[in-house]
């Protein structure tokens, strides 16, 4: 068992999943199932209790890397590190589907996907579709085609991008230490476990180690991810994978490792943001539809008497009532030329209209906040 301290998880109903290299793959035997069984294991007794889990997993490169050995000293290039990626990720959905009866899915992603709003939306409703279909997602930076990515980027960051994405209550990253030290544990003899950190400040930065052999990170990229999903109201537990105890007490609720507290609600951070983001233009709806808003739902077209401004799909507009008040702000399902098209028509005319459908509605009460006006200070909205 972890040397950290029995400290309770956060509650939650989603949590995004990070497994890293060290825990799935060797530099010569390649992916192994040896740790990854207590993980799965984990991942579906919390299906059981109602949850929901995404995988974040990396091993596609090291996987490739052990299929070809001879080529090992030439797969240096960043065109031979791709082919490996690319060898690798079927590898890897093996052996991750290995483990579940209901099917694994793959989702590759670059973080140019999650910085373009079309491509951001697009991620967020196919891997909000998966789970809503009772799939597992397994997540995975685009090594073979995202040059910038592989050079730099780590599937830490994408986790805890992935977490913000899905609205995960939760980060889970696993690793092969118990979780952070002050100092490196084999090197330093007064290094002390620290198990609760609410704020990641330069000190706690410069504790940080470096890169490990077969990943793309280390203590640094866990700290990172770790501190971008704090603002989006995301704690994060960061533990030991190699222990099976640890892995089977997390699965009770009980975290022996490091969690890092969330600034803030989950909720508060999207809707601060949708509040105050610039606004690129509005939807004017009949009274059905404002009594709708009010109750919490989402906003359907068939209750949008007018489009106006020329916003993109993932832009923050206004929603009005038809004398003009402002009742809400939220983002666009679909952009301004679209949505005039299925201006009060109903949700199941979109596809015929369209030739394609996001969603039935025209902003989805998730990505909507009400003005303070119209709900109480505890986000619930006002009779």
């Given amino acids: ?7 309770s998880l956060p509650d939650w ?14 530099a010569d035997t390649g992916l192994s ?16 209790a109602g949850r929901e889990v995404v995988i974040v997993s990396s091993g596609a490169v090291a996987a490739g890397r052990a299929l070809l050995p001879k080529n090992g000293e030439a797969a240096q290039t960043m065109a031979a590190k791709q082919a490996l990626a690319a060898l690798g990720q079927a590898q890897l959905i093996a052996l991750w589907q290995r483990f579940f009866e209901l099917p694994a899915a793959q989702v590759l992603l670059t973080h140019d996907d999650l910085r373009n709003r079309r491509r951001y939306l697009n991620a967020r409703s196919a891997l909000l579709e998966l789970l809503r279909l009772g799939a597992i997602p397994i997540v995975n930076e685009n090594d073979t085609v995202a040059v910038d990515e592989l050079k730099l980027g780590d599937n830490d960051n ?10 995960a209550d939760l980060l889970l990253i696993a690793t092969d230490i118990g979780g952070l030290y002050s100092g490196h544990p084999q090197r330093d003899p007064d290094a002390r476990h620290l198990a609760r950190i609410e704020t990641i400040t330069p000190e706690v930065m410069a504790m940080a180690g470096e890169a490990g052999a077969l990943g793309t990170g280390g203590m640094r990229t866990k700290l990172e991810a770790a501190a971008k999903a704090a603002q989006a109201g995301i704690a994060t537990a960061l533990f030991c994978g190699r222990d099976a105890a640890t892995v089977t007490a997390l699965g009770q609720g009980t975290l022996h490792g490091s969690l ?10 999207r809707k601060q943001w949708l509040r105050h983001a610039p606004a690129a233009g509005a939807l004017r709806i009949d009274a059905g539809a404002c009594a709708a808003l009010l109750r919490g739902a989402s906003l359907l077209p068939g209750g949008v008497r007018h489009v106006e401004g ?8 206004e929603i009005l009532a038809e004398a003009g008040q402002l009742l809400a702000r939220g983002q666009a399902q679909y952009n301004a030329v679209d949505g005039a098209r299925i201006a009060g028509r109903h949700s199941r005319e979109i596809e015929a209209v369209l030739g394609f459908r996001y969603d039935e509605a025209m902003v989805h009460r998730d990505d909507l906040v009400l003005l303070a006006s119209h709900q109480s200070d505890h986000g619930e909205v006002a009779a």
């Fill in 1 to 7: 068992m972890s040397a950290f301290a029995p400290q």
């Fill in 13 to 26: 109903k989603r949590a995004v999943l990070k497994v890293g290299s060290s825990l799935l793959a060797s």
């Fill in 33 to 48: 199932p040896r740790f990854a069984l207590g993980l799965a294991q984990f991942v579906l007794a919390s299906r059981q």
């Fill in 158 to 167: 994408l986790a805890a991008a992935v977490a913000s994405l899905v609205d």
């Fill in 260 to 269: 890092f507290t969330a600034q803030g609600s989950r909720l508060s951070a």
């Fill in 310 to 317: 020329d916003f993109r799909r993932g832009d923050v507009i």
